[in-house]
């Protein structure tokens, strides 16, 4: 069993960064594709951004593109979501996802197969 323990939630004015960190426990991380997604009180999980077991791929909501970056340490088990110029409709609590096969459909809860916790992000001035 693969744990994934998220950190770096919090209260962010809007216009501000965070930047949200994932370790995974599993030795074979590095053969991992990951992802993040979060959910709004009241609304469905929701992709955010995925990125290949090498880091050489990246995937993005349009909601999010062009503020946020996600990136991935293979040496710490490490993978992060640096969140910038962020709105109030980015709060939501914000999960960690890994796919040990490395499927297609990365923007598909039903590819991963392990998430993390959560962890709440909330934007408010």
């Known amino acids: 069993q693969v744990q994934l323990v998220e950190s770096g939630g919090g209260l962010v004015q809007p216009g501000g960064s965070l930047r949200l960190s994932c370790v995974a426990s599993?030795?074979?991380?590095?053969?991992?594709?990951m992802g993040w997604f979060r959910q709004a009180p009241g609304k469905d999980r929701d992709f955010v951004a995925a990125?290949?077991?090498?880091?050489?791929?990246?995937f993005y909501a349009d909601s999010v593109k062009g503020r946020f970056i996600i990136s991935r340490d293979n040496a710490k088990n490490t993978v992060y979501l640096q969140m910038n110029s962020l709105k109030p409709e980015d709060t939501a609590v914000y999960y960690c996802?890994?796919?040990?096969?490395?499927?297609?459909?990365?923007?598909?809860?039903?590819?991963?197969?392990?998430w993390g916790q959560g962890t709440q992000i909330t934007v408010s001035s």
């Open positions: 990125i290949s077991w090498s880091g050489g791929n990246t």
């Open positions: 599993a030795s074979t991380f590095s053969s991992y594709a």
């Open positions: 996802t890994a796919d040990p096969r490395s499927s297609p459909d990365v923007r598909a809860e039903r590819t991963y197969m392990y």
